[in-house]
């Protein structure tokens, strides 16, 4: 078993929720925050100068969220675990897609590199992968390094030839899961996608999300950043650009 990056600590509520950040972590992390300033600025103006096409739409849902249970047994220490159950606010579904024409290698390929070295796709300026061991299977573990008062770390839960699904652990701004796949297309294509069921994972980013725009466009902005860098990764190019979808349900 794996050594979680943050453990259960004071930031646990009774009820089983995250607190907010302390003042002591709202410090440090202003700290790495200014330290990172200039790179998010980067990344900022890259995205408002961004040619890439992506197609977004948003669908208010009601009712029960279909989402995976969040109950169910997982690999690793069930008490650092941030399951979407224990989130603040709204439930989010997210998906973002993109279809690689031309592309050298295959799904299992494609995946695989993805998990070996996240740091591959992602925007590095804003989130650095940190692996916990070099295990790669079920309960192997990241600590996901991200400016403000939160980082971001995260287990794998489930592995597939053409999938892992990664569940947040305690510490992380959001509560729930997501899944990176990969599969063949009509064409002789193919199709990667990036799919999550989350919550806030506290008080302070569930008002943030909500009320600043700019978190949600960066949010927007990574994943579609990862999509990009998954179509190069394959050799391939994606003249359709990236669909983003988000599903949300109410407050509960």
């Known amino acids: 078993m ?5 453990a259960a600590d004071d930031r646990t509520a009774p009820d089983g929720r995250q607190r907010s950040p302390s003042p002591r972590q709202l410090l440090a992390s202003t700290v790495s925050l200014a330290r990172r300033l200039p790179g998010m600025a980067l990344t900022t103006w890259r995205w408002t100068r961004s040619t890439a ?27 650092s675990l941030l399951r979407r159950t224990q989130g603040r606010g709204r439930t989010y579904r997210r998906l973002y897609a993109v279809v690689v024409d031309d592309a050298r290698v295959g799904p299992q390929e494609l995946v695989s590199r993805l998990l070996v070295d996240p740091n591959r796709a992602s925007p590095t300026e804003v989130a650095t992968f940190e692996a916990v061991s070099r295990d790669r ?8 390094r991200m400016p403000g008062p939160w980082d971001a770390p995260v287990r794998v839960v489930e592995r597939t030839p053409t999938s892992f699904r ?12 997501i899944e990176f796949r990969a599969s063949d297309a009509p064409g002789g294509r193919l199709l990667f996608e990036i799919e999550s069921w989350t919550r806030s ?19 927007l902005h990574m994943w579609t950043q990862v999509c990009e860098a998954a179509v190069r990764m394959a050799g391939g190019n994606a003249p359709d650009g990236v669909t983003a979808t988000t599903w949300r349900w109410p407050r509960g």
Request: hydrophobic fraction near 35%.
């Open 2 to 6: 794996t050594t979680s990056p943050v």
């Open 53 to 79: 096409l992506v197609r977004r739409s948003v669908i208010d849902c009601q009712g029960t969220p279909p989402a995976p249970d969040g109950d169910r047994p997982l690999p690793g220490d069930e008490a």
């Open 137 to 144: 299977s079920p309960g192997a573990e990241f600590a996901v």
């Open 166 to 177: 990664l569940a947040t652990l305690r510490g992380h701004m959001e509560a729930g899961e």
């Open 201 to 219: 994972g506290d008080r302070l980013f569930d008002l943030l999300y909500d009320k600043v725009p700019l978190a949600r466009e960066m949010q």
